[in-house]
């Protein structure tokens, strides 16, 4: 009996082994098959970007700098007035969402500028979490106060809707009602919303966002705070190496509005992200396979489920509603980010809705079924302009990276000198999120002698820089001050 069993079990480890054996052997084979194919594709795009017009790049992830955004608006606008049709800004929205009060001062000031200083002509829509003007709310008729002042920044303009809040349950952190700005995906009255903290400063309206290309159903900055300058030098390194051409981000932009002046598509055209900021390793087929694998301890335990260097920055974004897109969130994807420790809303666009190893994954697959069929969702918009935070301003390692808000690539005036200094990127700064830890928000502090920046540097130069940056710095929040007094 015992030398049966034994026996038997012998035999079954040997077919366990032997599947083992297979599945790696079939997985060796089709990761060597796929990366002869994205090989094949990156050189095929690479030759034939300026011919090619119903072909996007699979492969690749875009960033759009902010000149070819600007030309893109331009050409649209005078489009626009050349064929009298005008453009129907009933169709874009500017969006906000509260569920903590404190809160409500700052869509108030983020809506008044943009309507009455930036004179937008888009809906300002605020969506508010209906426990705020309940019965047994604290400042219940405070709240409502406030809400009245945001309806009256101009009451065609602004919409407020009361919505649920989507709690994590036992979840005491700050962050346990952030799911709920997941709702902006179901605001489909609109073809394209920018979704904007509003903990942040504006300095100008953001209306050529909603011109991004027509299939771009997401895009976002990235979070370059993430980024060391090592990886920096990777991507340098990995883009100059693949393409031998010239860093120098000018020339990309002076082909792109060519084209955009030409009515040429532009995609193939567009800097693209480095993939050595989001994939892990080389084996590029190895890294987008397991991305989209359940992980299985048995079978996974060779592949990488590494998290990328850096994501989508959550707290600014162009979406166009859909209710496929919101459906796969509310029925799919946030009961599992619920139950889920820290999974909050950045993560869940990030590991879920927007991985970027999964979109190259999914691009690459849908391309190898129907070629010219497919069409690219997704787009990085550039940080410096759209994405800064308040902390960069006083962090000198952040300066450069600043004014050369497409990574991989250098900002340079046409003889090749690059442009840099924390005077050009400010300039070009419209949306400035609050985020200094430990400072905390500035609607804690009643002046801001209580928390501004005093420069302390050594040497005369540092002195002098770090003055400038403190200056810049308590600008942004001493305007932020100023401008709340509306909220009295
Ligand atoms: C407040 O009232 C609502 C119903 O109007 C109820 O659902 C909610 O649980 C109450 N909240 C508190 C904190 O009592
Ligand atoms: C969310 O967290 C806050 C503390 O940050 C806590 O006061 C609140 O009760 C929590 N909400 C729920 C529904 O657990
Ligand atoms: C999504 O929006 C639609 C239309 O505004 C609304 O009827 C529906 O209740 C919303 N869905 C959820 C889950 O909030």
Same mark, same amino acid.
Request: a negative charge.
């Given at each position: 009996m015992r030398l049966i069993s034994r026996r038997r079990l012998r035999f079954f480890l040997y077919v366990l082994i032997g599947f083992i !054996?297979?599945?790696?052997?079939?997985?060796?084979?089709?990761?060597?098959?796929? $990366? *002869?194919?994205? *090989? #094949?594709? @990156?050189?095929?795009?690479?030759?034939? @970007?300026?011919?090619?017009?119903?072909?996007? =790049?699979?492969?690749?992830?875009?960033?759009? +700098?902010? &000149?070819?955004?600007?030309?893109? #608006?331009?050409?649209t606008l005078s489009r626009a007035s050349k064929t009298n049709k005008g453009i129907n800004w009933d169709k874009f929205a500017y969006v906000n969402y509260v569920t903590d009060a404190s809160y409500l001062c700052n869509t108030l000031i983020m809506f008044n500028k943009l309507k009455t200083e930036f004179q937008t002509k888009a809906k300002l829509v605020l969506l508010v979490t209906k426990d705020l003007i309940e019965d047994n709310a604290t400042n219940k008729e405070k709240n409502i106060l406030m809400l009245a002042s945001i309806k009256n920044v101009d009451s065609e303009q602004v919409r407020i809707k009361y919505v649920d809040n989507i709690v994590k349950p036992k979840d005491y952190t700050p962050w346990n009602e952030s799911l709920t700005k997941l709702r902006v995906f179901n605001e489909t009255d609109f073809d394209r919303i920018i979704y904007m903290d509003n903990d942040a400063a504006l300095t100008a309206n953001l209306d050529e966002l909603f011109f991004l290309p027509q299939y771009i159903k997401f895009a976002a900055p990235m979070t370059y705070w993430f980024i060391s300058q090592n990886d920096l030098k990777e991507a340098y390194h990995e883009l100059q190496h693949d393409d031998r051409i010239t860093l120098n981000l000018n020339n990309y932009n002076k082909q792109t509005i060519s084209r955009i002046k030409k009515g040429k598509m532009i995609y193939n055209h567009l800097p693209s992200l480095p993939s050595s900021l989001y994939l892990n390793s080389k084996n590029v087929a190895q890294e987008i396979i397991s991305s989209t694998s359940s992980a299985s301890p048995l079978f996974d335990f060779h592949t990488s489920k590494k998290a990328s260097k850096i994501k989508f920055a959550s707290n600014i974004m162009v979406i166009k509603p859909s209710k496929e897109t919101f459906d796969k969130i509310l029925y799919e994807l946030l009961p599992r980010a619920l139950t889920k420790k820290e999974m909050y809303? !950045?993560?869940?666009? /990030?590991?879920?809705?927007y991985n970027l190893k999964k979109i190259v994954y999914y691009q690459f697959s849908l391309f190898r079924k129907l070629k010219s069929e497919f069409i690219p969702e997704v787009m990085?918009?550039?940080?410096?302009?759209?994405?800064?935070?308040?902390?960069?301003?006083? $962090?000198?390692?952040?300066?450069? !990276?600043?004014?050369?808000?497409?990574?991989?690539? *250098?900002? !340079?005036? =046409?003889?090749? /000198?690059?442009?840099?200094?924390?005077?050009?990127?400010?300039?070009?700064?419209?949306?400035?999120?609050?985020?200094?830890?430990?400072?905390? @928000? +500035?609607?804690?502090?009643?002046?801001? *002698? &209580?928390?501004? %920046?005093?420069?302390?540097?050594?040497?005369?130069?540092?002195?002098?820089? &770090?003055? @400038?940056? %403190?200056?810049?710095?308590?600008?942004?929040?001493?305007?932020?001050?100023?401008?709340r007094s509306i909220c009295n």
């Open positions: !054996m297979v599945t790696i052997i079939t997985r060796g084979i089709v990761q060597f098959q796929l $990366n *002869k194919e994205i *090989k #094949y594709y @990156k050189r095929f795009f690479k030759e034939n @970007k300026d011919s090619l017009e119903q072909m996007f =790049n699979p492969l690749e992830i875009k960033q759009i +700098p902010e &000149e070819v955004i600007d030309s893109l #608006y331009s050409e809303d !950045m993560d869940l666009i /990030n590991e879920e809705l990085v918009l550039p940080f410096g302009r759209y994405g800064l935070l308040t902390g960069s301003l006083r $962090n000198k390692n952040h300066y450069s !990276m600043i004014s050369n808000d497409i990574l991989g690539y *250098k900002r !340079m005036d =046409n003889d090749g /000198n690059e442009l840099l200094g924390l005077d050009k990127s400010v300039a070009d700064a419209k949306y400035i999120h609050f985020s200094d830890y430990p400072i905390g @928000k +500035p609607w804690h502090y009643v002046s801001i *002698k &209580e928390f501004e %920046c005093v420069p302390d540097a050594e040497t005369a130069e540092d002195l002098d820089q &770090e003055t @400038k940056a %403190c200056n810049i710095w308590n600008s942004f929040y001493d305007t932020f001050i100023q401008a």
